[in-house]
């Protein structure tokens, strides 16, 4: 479920609490110290009496001015000898203003949503600290692996241990909504709550049985003996399925029939189901389930991959749909706690230039990009002509790191690493579809 939520404080907040950021040993270089003359754990402000670093906060402004340089240099307004910091942005604000005060946002609200966590007891444990490296280990070879890694951090301000700390983050607030909107608790959802949640972000949630009728392999049409084979067998199922009245009976004999029958290849990753919004699965099988009510079983649906019986399922139980209900809920309460958040800035920040700093953190990736060029050229000199290729391919990674740095105003990607990249939002705000492998989507 991890992979699938991620959102948070609505557009500007997006991009932050959901990655499950990456994590590993300690680095002892300062980027901060490298861009901007001054430590990493410089304050930058308080929040409720509570630091923020210099490295937790110019990550932010690392994000936003890249987002912000990229779309204001493409919309081509500036006048003269103008910095596209200076330009007016909205409302009399400048755009260096604007990026500034969204990058402080950000790091506001990951202080309070610590903060509050450790008031109410949710901590980053020792399982959240394995599911990070074991998400690390797969984004680092992603990314082609620990050296790029480690000058993408740098590009972004950051350390290792910086890196993780803002990941936990992610870990403590999926323990919040889990723990403070729990069955029992006084904000609890009611099931109309949730499919009041469930109808308002067109959420549909079912289980399906799959004949298929089609080769996986080769994407052709069975043989039409096999085909018909098919059929006979979904009609005999739903035939079982029919005489039953009993819902909670219905439903077990349902999961006993899919497991044994269905051909779906994402049935292990989903054994609870699916839940999608519209245009996430084929049209056959998005109608067939609209079709229904919740606990009711459908005909027999075609598609082109196959004969589906489908079950749409309640909101109400859906454990997917009540955890980013939760996380919405949270989402909203962390969006009243920012507000009421008591801020002093220090002098640093008062002074902090963003022209400035773009300018100092572009030369400074200019010089680690450099050094990784020349390593890899030196590296490459004796591998008869491979180095074109090798620089390439390095240049290449660095670009795909670079992009998972994602939309700012957007929100994110998927895996745990998404969060310092994009921001995959901890506190929550839709739920994606669920994987629903290679049989139902289009």
Not at 89 to 111: D, H, M, P, R, W
Request: proline letters at 2%; charged letters at 25%; one cysteine or more.
């Amino acid at each position: 479920m991890k992979n699938w939520i991620r959102r948070a404080l609505g557009a500007a907040m997006a991009l932050t609490l959901t990655a499950g950021l990456l994590s590993g040993c300690g680095s002892a270089e300062d980027p901060v110290q490298e861009v901007m003359g001054y430590p990493g754990s410089t304050v930058m402000f308080t929040v409720n009496g509570s630091d923020v670093t210099a490295e937790e906060y110019l990550f932010w402004l690392a994000q936003y001015t890249d987002q912000a340089s990229a779309y204001l240099t493409s919309m081509g307004n500036v006048e003269g000898d103008q910095s596209i910091w200076d330009m007016d942005f909205y409302n009399g604000t400048t755009a260096g203003e604007s990026v500034k005060q969204a990058a402080q946002q950000n790091a506001i609200l990951y202080n309070v949503v610590t903060a509050h966590g450790e008031e109410g007891g949710y901590t980053y444990t020792d399982e959240d600290k394995a599911d990070f490296q074991e998400s690390l280990s797969a984004q680092v070879e992603q990314m082609g692996g620990d050296e790029v890694f480690e000058t993408w951090l740098k590009s972004m301000c950051l350390t290792r241990e910086g890196f993780e700390n803002m990941s936990s983050v992610t870990y403590i607030n999926q323990h919040m909504a889990d723990g403070m909107y729990r069955e029992g608790t006084d904000l609890a959802p009611t099931p109309e709550d949730l499919r009041t949640y469930a109808d308002e972000n067109d959420y549909l949630a079912a289980k399906h049985i799959l004949l298929l009728t089609v080769d996986q392999t080769t994407q052709e049409a069975l043989p039409q003996e096999e085909i018909d084979q098919k059929r006979a067998t979904a009609e005999d199922l739903l035939a079982q399925l029919q005489a039953i009245t009993d819902p909670a009976e219905l439903e077990t004999k349902f999961d006993e029939l899919m497991n044994q029958y269905s051909e779906d290849t994402g049935l292990e990753a989903n054994p609870d189901g699916y839940v999608f919004t519209s245009g996430q699965m084929v049209e056959p099988f998005e109608e067939g389930t609209r079709a229904l009510d919740y606990g009711q079983i459908s005909d027999i649906v075609e598609s082109d991959y196959g004969f589906h019986i489908i079950l749409r399922l309640d909101p109400a139980e859906v454990e997917l749909i009540r955890s980013d209900w939760a996380l919405n809920q949270l989402s909203q309460q962390s969006t009243q706690w920012v507000e009421e958040a008591e801020i002093v800035t220090t002098e640093t920040y008062d002074n902090l230039n963003v022209g400035d700093f773009y300018e100092k953190l572009t030369t400074y990736r200019d010089a680690l990009n450099g050094t990784e060029e020349s390593d890899s050229t030196s590296d490459t000199q004796d591998t008869s002509g491979s180095d074109t290729q090798t620089q390439e391919e390095t240049s290449d990674t660095q670009a795909d790191a670079n992009t998972q740095e994602g939309d700012a105003d957007t929100g994110t990607t998927d895996g745990e690493a998404d969060a310092a990249s994009t921001g995959e939002d901890a506190s929550g705000d839709n739920a994606d579809s669920a994987d629903t492998g290679d049989t139902t989507t289009e």
